[in-house]
């Protein structure tokens, strides 16, 4: 793992407040791509492969309007790969070289007439494999991160059933203990207030009626989490990581009308209300 002392002491300050994000995300991945050694790019190549996952989903199934709305341009992958990997499952073939193996699962299963028309569902099994994937990374950094976005995202899915009275198992993703606790306790905090140390963050975050508002909230429980677990990383690449990210979120705040975002979370849960059955791979 390389030391990018002059690289990250030229990084310009941030906040999730800012009303203009200094530098694109785009335009500063490809001047970092050019000064990370071979083992820290592919540390980077884990968020480029969140957007191969979206990517995929819409070369799949044009229904899939969220992850469309949510792709960025960078990927690791071309669409030509993404093709060529669907081809590859449909004659059988082996994974194309270079290609998470998880991916190719994933096209298999969505051959699969009994659920690949369910986007919701469809999406939920993609993401559930991308985490166990990143959750195997290399990098610690990398690992945590992405299991602390997996508890978020599952803790605030079980929140939202909840309160609306859905069957949270529907939307719970992945297998690990906090998964677990969401699908089978029947405890008001699911057994995970004492395990889970941004549990009550999350709580308080129920109070908050502006849905927009609410989202922009939780960034900010990533954004803490991120300084707080790359506080003594100074010229690292998980500094570098953290910030990446970071920038990502200043970059969507800024181009995100409260409107749309409106939109777009009742969309979220009128998908949740509209889940009425869960292929097994899901339980």
């Not at 785009?26 to 968020?47: F, N, Q």
């Not at 989490?225 to 979120?249: A, C, K, N, P």
């Amino acid at each position: 793992m390389g030391k990018y002392y002059y690289l990250i002491a030229g990084l310009a300050d941030i906040s999730l407040d800012d009303s203009k994000a200094p530098a694109s995300v785009e335009s500063l991945r490809e001047e970092l791509y050019e000064a990370l050694d071979a083992a820290d790019r592919k540390v980077m190549d884990m968020l480029l492969l969140e957007n191969d996952c979206r990517n995929l989903l819409s070369a799949l199934s044009e229904i899939s309007a969220l992850s469309a709305v949510s792709a960025r341009n960078s990927s690791l992958f071309s669409e030509e790969q993404l093709q060529d990997l669907i081809a590859c499952v449909k004659t059988q073939e082996q994974c194309p070289a270079g290609i998470p193996q998880f991916m190719y699962n994933f096209v298999q299963e969505y051959q699969d007439e009994s659920w690949r028309d369910k986007a919701a569902f469809a999406e939920d099994r993609l993401w559930s494999l991308f985490y166990e994937y990143a959750m195997n990374s290399k990098n610690e950094f990398v690992r945590s991160w992405y299991e602390f976005n997996l508890d978020l995202n599952n803790i605030l899915s079980a929140m939202t059933a909840r309160k609306y009275n859905l069957d949270a198992q529907k939307v719970i993703v992945g297998s690990n203990a906090t998964a677990q606790a969401l699908r089978t306790s029947g405890a008001r905090d699911w057994g995970l207030s004492q395990e889970v140390d941004f549990f009550d963050e999350v709580m308080r975050l129920l109070e908050e009626d502006d849905l927009s508002q609410r989202e922009r909230k939780t960034d900010l429980i990533r954004w803490h989490w991120l300084e707080e677990h790359t506080f003594f990383d100074y010229f690292t690449v998980e500094r570098l990581f953290s910030y990446m990210v970071r920038l990502g979120m200043v970059e969507r705040w800024t181009t995100l009308d409260k409107e749309k975002g409106q939109q777009l979370f009742r969309k979220l849960i009128g998908e949740l209300k509209a889940q009425t059955s869960v292929p097994a791979e899901f339980r």
